[in-house]
């Protein structure tokens, strides 16, 4: 990669945009006549075995004329017994969208608005650029080679880190969209630097509990300065529900909490966490379907012509040439999938790993439309 090819800065801070997401809005559907139950949803990457049968236990017990407890004492108890780590290393959230949020909030808010900077190794999810431009960052893209294997120039982006000393540096692992994973020791040394040069490093493992082959990160945080952001929206199939965490030393936990409002967790969404964590085998359950239908899509997929780009993590990048012509015509057919044209891949779009007969039904589609 040559030097030139990190964009140094963005500078955006008179112009927030919200980030795009993948899911389906209802106006989109609508508009084409279609109902939220005639379509099958490829472009958010959630566990394919749905939510587990225990997650409403108890729910119809809970007063909902009471607010929720506004620190989340059982879910975090929960949590810390699942993990093996203390109480006092996690807040729950939200979704962890809400966690990126009172990072940069609790982050950038005490600092000068000219002086404000984050790192973001991308393309990846929009949060990071969304809620840092929120708070009028200058953000340092540190933007992978855009073709496969869609690696990052280490040595540049130390030395972008030790010459712009951000406060906060994103890097998703597994990454969305790429599904690149990064090892034990890229991680442990980024960490390093970005430590040396002041910042915090945020680890954004939303999709750790897909990869197959996983190192833990969780010792990091107690010997580093990093952060673990995990989702439950996307390991129990929570997403309507919105339930993520981060794991942090309790002085960084102290910082961000101040900026969340209390009960932004509520009372089903806190019982079910404490459910869906009782369930032992339900991860290893997924991973193992989401195993079986990301070689069977990669099969497919690859039998049709299509690149396939192998991801780490329970969705696939796939290389069609014009994604957003391949999003419409498969919308069309009642099939959302992710357009990866907003992460600056045109050619690009994701499949999230759905149950098996849903990924039968997305190749039968796609071989009539490359056929047409
Ligand atoms: C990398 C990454 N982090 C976080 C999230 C948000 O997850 P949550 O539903 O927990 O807010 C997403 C959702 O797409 C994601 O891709």
Known sequence: MSESSYKEFRLSKNNPIRPIHGSIKLSELRALGLAYEDVLDFSTNINPLGSPESVFDGVEDIDLSKYPDPECLHLHEMISKHLDIDTSFILAGNGSTEIIHLFTRAYFESISENSRTCA????????????????????LNLTANLIPPFDWDWSEAYSLIAKHKPALVFLCNPNNPTGVYLDESHISNLASVVSENNGLLIVDEAYINFVEDRWDAIHLVRDKNIALLRSMTKDYSLTGIRLGYVLATPDIIEKISIYQPDWSVNSIAQQAGINVLQNKNYLQHARD??????????????????????????????????????????LQKGIVVRDCTSFGLPDYIRIGIRPFSECRQLVNTMMELVEV
Not at 120 to 139: D, H
Not at 317 to 325: D, E, F, K, P
């Open 289 to 330: 379907v989401v195993k079986k239908n990301k070689a069977y899509l990669t099969s497919e997929l690859t039998s049709l012509n299509f690149q396939v780009h192998v991801s780490q993590a329970n969705f696939l990048l796939l290389r069609t040439g014009n994604a957003g012509s391949w999003r419409n015509r498969l």
């Open 120 to 139: 973001i190794f991308g393309p990846t999810y929009g949060e990071y650029r969304g809620a840092s431009e929120l708070m009028g960052v200058s953000i």
